[in-house]
């Protein structure tokens, strides 16, 4: 029999010889080694063409550098963690797979009633991500191709998961009133005149302690040694110095009214106050040298846009009481923010003309009520100084207690 290789296209030779009357295959010795003994070759026709045409499969799969194009969307609301009120500026996102096997990051905000939505987003079982300051919430979706999944209201509620929060509480305020409507929780470290040096002033002086609470609330009147003072007491220096650091390395502050001497140590360059004479603020701290005048209500002026969106309006009404449980006489008038961003001002207030200020004195313009220094680049979660000169105790009829909860879901 004859053995054939195809050796190119078209053209084959026999890879034996004739030797004699024998047709001789694989036989080094003979062929090889006596190549005149060899045939030149036979050269065949080439095979006929059957006229058959082999089918091209589709993958399903776009060649690469082609766009994918069927795709879905994902819809719905973000709430906050009180499954009640809805929150903008959440981000909400989601990582998929495309359908070139690339991963894949959309990313939006949530509008003034909590709406978003999501376009251009991959088939398959993915999870979406909401996230506001310190809270976040994950929920598993399912898209499908040229269709809209909606996530159900209530769903995709921002949640305190591993979010510790702290109030160090004091006689002038109830931070952690407004805490609970919002459905966190918190500890409660005792700071008014009977509990300052047994828990409030030891934790403080612990930069260690503080470091397992992301977020630490305090009372306007914390540390009230008596009457009007506001006295830190004997670690007033470590206190100060842990504040600082604290918010550097990624916690959150927030004080009100007296609670200035707090603010001042988180961000010492941030926020300056007028006071009778131009006296220092500085530990420990008289109050009657603060310059706002009680009672009075202030038509404010909502300077951060997320802020007013949240709200539903640019302008608000806020009431400084002069009563017991709520008394804001000789409140906290800021003067100057120099690295400092403006959250609510008001166009003018009335100031206390002594330090008795048992009368109204002049007016001031253009004085800031609510600001926000971060201290951490924009980007990073956490490193804020929050400071309020009013409170949400007796706010009876005003828009304080959803600026506070703005301002405490935004730490």
Known sequence: MTRLSLLVPAVLFASGCNCGSSRLTNSRDVCELTPELCDAGITLPPPEDSGVIEPVVDSGVPDAGQPCTDLGAVSGRVCAPDQMTWVNGATVSVDATDCHGQSVHLETTSAADGAFSLRDVPPGNWSVHASLGAFTQDTPVTVRTNATTAIPDNQ????????????????????????????????????????????????????????????????????????????????????????AAYVRQGGSVYSSDWGLLFTLAASPTAVSYATQGGAAISNPLDARV???????????????????QFLGKSSLSIAFPKQVGANSLHWGLMS??????????????????????SSPGSTRANVPLAVRVRMLPAGQRGGNVVYTSFHNVAQTGTDVAQVLKYLVLNL
Not at 341 to 356: H, K, R
């Open 290 to 308: 603060l310059m706002g005048y009680a009672p009075q209500t202030v038509t404010a002026t909502v300077r951060d846009a997320a802020l007013a």
């Open 336 to 357: 100057a923010t120099q690295n400092a961003q403006v959250l609510v001002s008001a166009p003018s207030v009335i100031t206390c003309p002594n330090t008795t200020c």
């Open 156 to 243: 995709l509620c921002v949640a305190q998961r591993t979010v510790r929060i702290a109030v160090v509480t004091g006689s002038g305020d109830k931070i952690e009133d407004l805490l609970g409507s919002l459905n966190l929780q918190y500890t409660l470290i005792g700071g008014d005149s009977s509990t300052w040096t047994t828990q409030a002033e030891p934790f403080l002086s612990n930069l260690t302690q503080m470091k397992q609470y992301d977020l630490i609330f305090i009372d306007c009147a914390a540390a009230k040694s008596s009457g009007t003072t506001i006295d830190l007491g004997a670690s007033a220096a470590t206190i100060e110095s842990n504040l």
